[in-house]
């Protein structure tokens, strides 16, 4: 079986002006520094698309990647305010996420179109992060598993290998409310999630994933890292996540 080197990924959302990116990566890079290649798992950032090509030469040669919030699965044409995934590519992107719940939800993108993004975030070689989770009517329901079955089933294509596709699970409820899911759930659909995808593929959790609650999630044995939001914003927060990773 492939080794699950831990991913710990930043996705800023719609935060940060030129100054804003341009301090923050320079702090990520002078901790990816000096840690000299001795932090317990791989860093991704996911900077706003305005400011990739900033960030990524901040970056370039500190160890940490790069990466999109969201692409769209053609590799150019008529999709006015839309990027590509060679676009992103050619900014120097390794990852991209894909069908983050505010895209879900707040634009609307069903499991088919999240499925096409994948495979279009695949042609262009990156690495598509996969986010899957259900809403708090759903959990109270008893339907969480269900739903995030359905959605893997639904979003990934059929080529889909450790190597190019990682599962974020990120309960919709947990997302940027300080509200985190017990050890135990999170664990139980680590595990189901695990049965479900292509051994070896990496799977992260996220939701108010903050320095004091990162320990108990990282050291899971089905969790392969974090996918972090709010705290992906403090360079001493996002590092402290990345250092909670046990070395391999
Ligand atoms: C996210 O946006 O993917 C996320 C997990 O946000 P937060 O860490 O703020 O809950």
């Known amino acids: ?35 000299g290649g001795t932090l317990g798992c791989e860093v991704v950032v996911c900077p706003p698309a305005t400011l990739l090509s900033e960030v990524g030469g901040i970056l370039a040669g500190s160890g940490i990647a790069l990466g999109g919030q969201d692409c ?6 008529a999709y006015t305010g839309d990027i590509g995934p060679e676009m992103l590519a050619d900014l120097g992107c390794s990852y991209v996420i894909l069908g983050h719940s505010e895209r879900r939800h707040g634009h609307g993108e069903t499991d088919a179109v999240v499925r096409g993004k994948v495979a279009g975030a695949w042609r262009a070689g990156l690495v598509a992060i996969l986010c899957v989770g259900e809403t708090q009517r759903q959990r109270q329901a008893g339907e969480a598993i269900e739903v995030v079955s359905s959605q893997l089933a639904g979003s990934i294509p059929e080529d889909a290998t450790a190597a190019t596709l990682v599962v974020a699970y990120e309960p919709v409820w947990a997302i940027g409310t300080g509200l985190t899911a017990t050890i135990e759930d999170i664990a139980a659909m680590h595990a189901e999630i695990r049965s479900r995808i292509p051994s070896g593929t990496r799977i992260l959790y996220g939701g108010s994933v903050n320095p004091k609650n990162a320990d108990a999630i990282l050291r899971l044995s089905d969790v392969d890292g974090a996918l972090v939001g ?11 996540i990345a250092q909670s990773c046990p070395a391999e």
Do not use: Y
């Open 1 to 35: 079986m492939a080794i699950r080197t831990k991913l710990v990924a930043g996705n800023w959302k719609m935060n940060g002006l030129r100054e804003d990116g341009a301090m923050l990566a320079h702090a990520l890079r002078q901790r990816a520094i000096a840690a």
């Open 230 to 240: 709010g705290a992906s914003l403090d360079a001493a927060d996002f590092w402290a």
């Open 72 to 77: 769209h699965a053609a590799p150019k044409g």
